[in-house]
């Protein structure tokens, strides 16, 4: 079993959807979690950063860890064309192993 | 700040050649990595550095060799090109931990590489 297993879609949703996107994990260590957005041909860059359980906010963005269902979400409200690419999870844990283990990533198609 | 930038963006080796895959940050990072993505897949680290002068496989280091003599670069080696090194290299950097306090890692735009 993968440490992180994250569906590698294509997810396609019309544009005002909420989109959904998932991850489960088989680490308990983790604590750091962490959703990057990566546009075609581009690197990955940090969307959201949640520790430990619970939500967080940010304008259309939710991210959602249930630490004991092993289980994070990350909504997306009133999807735009322009959230097209592919989102990947990554979490790691504090301490010693610090490196960020990465999902598979979901491409996302959010079309007009 | 330019951030983190790599040459070549792409490059076609053919089997058995050596290359250079060139990554620089000038945001005065301590941590620097070297990842691969391949179609539809995660990332895999290769290498990561804590700091000049110290360097640390990953996950899929063999074929691959690195350095870090300065803060600012960290250049990814491959000696005798394979087809299975064909893939998508990706540098990145953070100021300490990612994860930590929101730490991020910043990448660069990648390398395409292509072995024939």
């Known amino acids: 079993q993968k440490e992180v297993e994250q569906d590698p879609g294509p997810l396609s949703v019309p544009e005002g959807a909420i989109v959904s996107l998932n991850c489960t994990y088989s680490n308990s260590a983790f604590q750091y979690f962490m959703w990057y957005r990566q546009y075609s041909r581009k690197g990955p860059e940090l969307l959201m950063y949640?520790?430990?359980?619970g939500n967080k906010e940010d304008g259309r963005f939710t991210a959602q860890v249930d630490k004991s269902s092993k289980y994070i979400s990350l909504f997306i409200r009133d999807s735009q064309p322009s959230d097209s690419a592919t989102y990947l999870c990554?979490?790691?844990?504090?301490?010693?192993?610090?490196?960020?283990?990465f999902g598979r990533g979901t491409s996302l198609i959010v079309h007009p | 700040n330019a951030g983190v930038t790599q040459t070549p963006k792409f490059r076609i080796l053919k089997i058995g050649q050596s290359m250079t895959l060139q990554c620089t940050q000038d945001?005065?990072?301590?941590?620097m990595y070297w990842y691969r993505q391949d179609p539809g897949m995660g990332l895999k680290l290769i290498y990561y550095s804590v700091g000049a002068g110290i360097t640390d496989k990953g996950e899929v280091p063999n074929g691959y060799n690195v350095s870090r003599s300065t803060t600012e670069d960290f250049p990814l080696r491959l000696e005798l090109a394979a087809p299975s090194q064909t893939s998508v290299y990706f540098c990145?950097?953070?100021?300490?931990?990612?994860?930590?306090?929101?730490?991020?890692?910043?990448f660069g735009p990648g390398t395409r590489l292509l072995v024939l």
């Open positions: 990554a979490m790691s844990v504090p301490g010693g192993s610090y490196i960020p283990t």
């Open positions: 945001m005065n990072h301590n941590y």
């Open positions: 990145a950097s953070s100021y300490s931990k990612p994860g930590r306090d929101g730490e991020t890692q910043y």
């Open positions: 949640t520790y430990s359980s």
